[in-house]
């Protein structure tokens, strides 16, 4: 059964700072990772998406990138703003089951003024 | 740039009683699922559909629960009968399983449903 793991459940930065997070996965069997955010009471917002076949994808001060043999994702997040704080969800989907998607339990990120 | 929309934003209900929550996914998407979201926990996954059928279901998707694709643009959750632990946030997805993001899905705002 696959499990994703997300760490640390929390992180705190002052702002300009460049931060990582981390995602963990029991199964290497995905078909892609894909990375959200979330802001408080709202939905998920799609940040980037890597295929199984890809290493790393990047989209303005993001890059992810993804480790299938060792079960990883790290989100890397450049020159950090107040604006980025929300909660970032990792989720990886699994081959040939109609577009299951499982979730970490995400990173809440402040970034302090 | 388009996007999935969900109504009601936020439901108040008895328990034991029915509610439908609707969504409108992008209209090109062919595949469609509904997540959910207990305050405080992971999202879960619910139901896909594809080809006016259930794909796959999990364990939480049990005979209370239902899906349809009533018209060429809304897709529905159906919730028979009500219990306190459906409160949660319920979050509508779509996407395409072709051309060069292959399996991104995209997410409504969610309708959050409250059951007393």
């Known amino acids: 059964k696959q499990e994703v793991t997300q760490i640390p459940a929390a992180l705190s930065v002052p702002e300009g700072e460049n931060l990582v997070l981390n995602c963990s996965f029991t199964?290497?069997?995905?078909?892609?990772l894909q990375w959200f955010r979330q802001d408080p009471g709202k939905g998920l917002t799609s940040l980037l998406l890597?295929?199984?076949?890809?290493r790393e994808q990047t989209s303005g001060r993001l890059n992810a990138s993804l480790d299938k043999s060792s079960g990883r994702s790290t989100l890397y997040i450049a020159a950090s703003q107040p604006g980025d704080s929300a909660t970032y969800l990792c989720a990886a989907l699994i081959y040939n089951q109609g577009g299951k998607l499982i979730f970490g339990q995400g990173t809440e990120l402040s970034v302090k003024p | 740039e388009p996007e999935v929309t969900q109504t009601p934003s936020h439901q108040v209900t008895q328990m034991g009683q029915e509610v439908i929550l609707r969504c409108v996914p992008i209209?090109?998407?062919?595949?469609f699922y509904w997540y959910r979201q207990i305050l405080g926990q992971k999202v879960e996954f619910l139901v896909s559909f594809y080809n006016n059928e259930i794909s796959e279901k999990s364990e939480i998707f049990d005979d209370q629960f239902s899906v349809e694709r009533p018209d060429g643009s809304n897709f529905t959750l159906k919730i028979r009968s009500t219990k306190l632990e459906d409160s949660a946030m319920y979050f509508c997805a779509s996407s395409r399983q072709d051309g060069e993001n292959t399996g991104e899905l995209f997410f409504g705002e969610g309708s959050r449903l409250t059951v007393l």
């Open positions: 890597i295929q199984s076949s890809q």
């Open positions: 199964d290497s069997a995905i078909y892609n």
């Open positions: 209209s090109n998407h062919l595949y």
